[in-house]
């Protein structure tokens, strides 16, 4: 694991301007960098960066955070690799923590094939652009397929030798170990003779999310039946076929901003679609789509599109993928290609306009398309028509979501000319099958519907707190360090026994003066975002003395971090519209610090008082209200004109 000390530097060290100015075209607004969402198709720019602050706020998404958030945001990094990112780009060396001499040998295994993998992807790819053969044979192939030199660079195509063990010579001469060349594939060790894997062939590099070489695809240019078309890299420590996905690296932005993923079956089929202007676009690797790979979609775009081959076999092994990706809770569309067409083929024969349009037109949701392919098998034949009409509404009861259930069946029902009752009852059969305890489900159903209930009658007081409770830890986050003057108006007795009301002034730190207030209340708040926010920054104040901003917005919990971020930057959104030069001024929260606190307290204690005549009011079934409960909702519905009293308010 990363240090703590490490991560401080990190943060300590990045510039979120300079970060993101590496993604986005940022301009000056004020003290504050504007520009457009890298997350939406806009014209107008919401999307803003403080420097001050060091975070991020995107006004169009509600997107928020720091460096480091905009990292796992727009280039989908893991934590881990986004500190890392950042490492590199200020040059701060990585410590790790302690760990047992078996996790450290683990970690330094997986590390050395990593570098053993990157260094075959630059060795491969400079074969095939500066050596004879590589660019007689290798370049040449791609060539012919179309690939254009920039393609070719960005996919970091390569070529091996068509010699028994040039590479491993080479990896060797260079201070690689044999082990790692062994555990990555990329050499076999055969009777203590060591070949190259990927001998003559041409190399496509797999790549993770955030762009380490994991293995490799490599295709034989050879004629002899004999030899397999294809050969990946083995299994190992870093490279799990059924995990990942070719293209997922180069994709996975326009993946996240088009809200849509192509998925295709082989890399040809990625490199032309790319090429032609279709980034969104990723494939199995001519494997069978697994839950984990559509997972990995899952983190970018609930959307997929399956892009059938012509042929039968291709339209065959693409369907037996769809139920999996309706169990994830996706979105599925499908395009075929006509008859004897692939991507591939079909992206080279199609301009790029032409390619995008077919694409979008010829794109049905997936159960007109199961259908009327299933119903040209059935032929009118009743028997193969019952079967077929089972097998959509197998597909059917994948779909976690009852209500797209619902809406598919009567789709089905319209189209099959088949009664909804009927696809109903087979669908219930269906899921019946799959849940044992069929009680159970109508229990945990009842149970969900008082629960709706319950927050559909509380809503309102639900919403009030919120607000407020969200209202006081802004206060908190951006004055509560601050100073002012607070008047509070207290009873005295003259000396003939009459009460006066007497102003009294008084100074104190804002926080504390929210603290003492809550305290006194024994107010806990009923987020429980809100709730960790508030009892953080008590102990910070406890420790010393003030509350420290940066640890909110640097904090683990990127729950936290996202509402820190949100109340920091929201006052500063009038500054996209450049409200100053439209003359439209702004009344400064610090000129009003005294009301703004005295009002969210007053106000917190107003709707809590509220719920608690309410309760007293609306006791349990079957109790009665007591007299002392009577007297407590008079005492509390005073206390309630005094608050509004002190709110200028009237009952």
Request: charged share 30%; with cysteine.
């Amino acid at each position: 694991m990363i240090s703590r000390s490490t991560i401080d530097r990190v943060f300590e060290t990045a510039r979120v301007e300079e970060v993101i100015g590496e993604f986005v075209q940022l301009k000056k607004a004020g003290s504050n960098f504007k520009g457009l969402s890298p997350f939406s198709d806009e014209k107008t720019p919401s999307f803003m960066v403080s420097p001050v602050k060091q975070i991020w706020k995107d006004f169009s998404t509600g997107k928020g955070g720091n460096a480091v958030s905009f990292l796992m945001e727009h280039e989908h990094y893991s934590y881990p690799e986004a500190i890392k990112f950042l490492a590199k780009k200020y040059n701060i060396e990585i410590e790790e923590t302690l760990q047992t001499d078996e996790q450290k040998e683990k970690m330094n295994e997986r590390e050395s094939m990593f570098l053993v993998s990157n260094f075959a992807k630059d060795y491969f790819h400079d074969v095939l652009l500066n050596s004879t053969q590589g660019k007689s044979i290798g370049l040449t192939y791609f060539r012919e397929r179309g690939f254009r030199e920039e393609t070719i660079k960005r996919f970091d195509l390569g070529y091996c030798l068509d010699q028994w063990d040039t590479f491993t010579k080479e990896a060797l001469q260079k201070g690689y170990d044999l082990k790692y060349l062994v555990n990555t594939g990329l050499t076999i060790d055969k009777e203590k003779k060591q070949f190259d894997r990927f001998k003559g062939r041409v190399l496509f590099p797999i790549h993770s999310m955030s762009g380490r070489v994991l293995g490799f695809g490599g295709r034989t240019l050879s004629s002899d039946k004999k030899t397999a078309k294809y050969v990946n890299s083995p299994e190992s420590d870093i490279y799990h076929k059924s995990k990942i996905l070719y293209g997922i690296y180069h994709a996975k932005q326009q993946i996240a901003k088009q809200d849509n993923c192509y998925l295709v079956e082989g890399y040809t089929d990625v490199i032309s679609l790319y090429q032609s202007g279709v980034e969104n676009v990723v494939a199995s690797s001519g494997t069978a789509l697994t839950s984990d790979q559509i997972r990995l979609i899952n983190r970018l775009t609930k959307n997929i599109t399956v892009l059938f081959d012509g042929d039968a076999a291709g339209i065959r092994a693409s369907i037996r993928g769809i139920d999996l990706i309706l169990e994830q809770g996706m979105n599925v569309k499908v395009v075929a290609f006509p008859d004897g067409e692939d991507p591939d083929s079909f992206a080279k024969k199609k301009s790029d306009e032409a390619l995008k349009n077919y694409l979008e037109d010829s794109a049905q949701d997936f159960i007109n398309f199961k259908v009327s392919l299933l119903m040209k098998q059935a032929n009118n034949d009743p028997v193969k028509k019952a079967g077929l009409i089972r097998d959509i509404v197998t597909s059917i009861s994948k779909i976690p979501d009852s209500i797209q259930r619902e809406i598919y069946v009567q789709e089905c029902s319209r189209i099959m000319d088949v009664s909804e009752r009927v696809l109903f009852s087979e669908l219930a059969q269906i899921i019946s099958k799959k849940i044992k305890d069929s009680s159970k489900i109508k229990y945990k159903q009842e149970q969900s519907f008082d629960i709706l209930k319950k927050q559909t009658e509380q809503v309102d007081e639900i919403d009030s707190l919120f607000i407020l409770e969200k209202e006081i830890i802004r206060i908190l986050l951006l004055f509560g360090n601050q100073e002012t003057d607070f008047i509070d108006f207290i009873e005295v007795k003259d000396d003939q026994g009459m009460v006066h009301v007497e102003k009294e002034t008084y100074t104190n730190q804002i926080s504390k003066e929210m603290y003492l207030n809550l305290q006194e209340d024994e107010v806990e708040f009923s987020n429980e975002i809100f709730r960790s926010i508030y009892y953080e920054m008590i102990h910070q104040l406890n420790q010393v003395d003030k509350i420290e901003i940066d640890a909110f917005i640097n904090h683990p919990n990127s729950k936290i971090s996202e509402i820190v971020t949100s109340v920091l930057m929201d006052d500063e959104k009038y500054t996209l519209s450049d409200w100053e030069r439209k003359k439209i001024f702004v009344s400064e929260s610090e000129e009003v610090l005294s009301k703004l606190v005295t009002d969210a307290i007053l106000n917190l204690r107003r709707v809590l008082i509220d719920k608690k005549i309410e309760q007293l009011i609306n006791p349990d079934i079957n109790s009665s209200v007591e007299k002392t409960d009577l007297e407590l909702i008079q005492n509390y519905t005073e206390l309630k004109k005094r608050l509004y009293s002190k709110l200028m308010r009237v009952v």
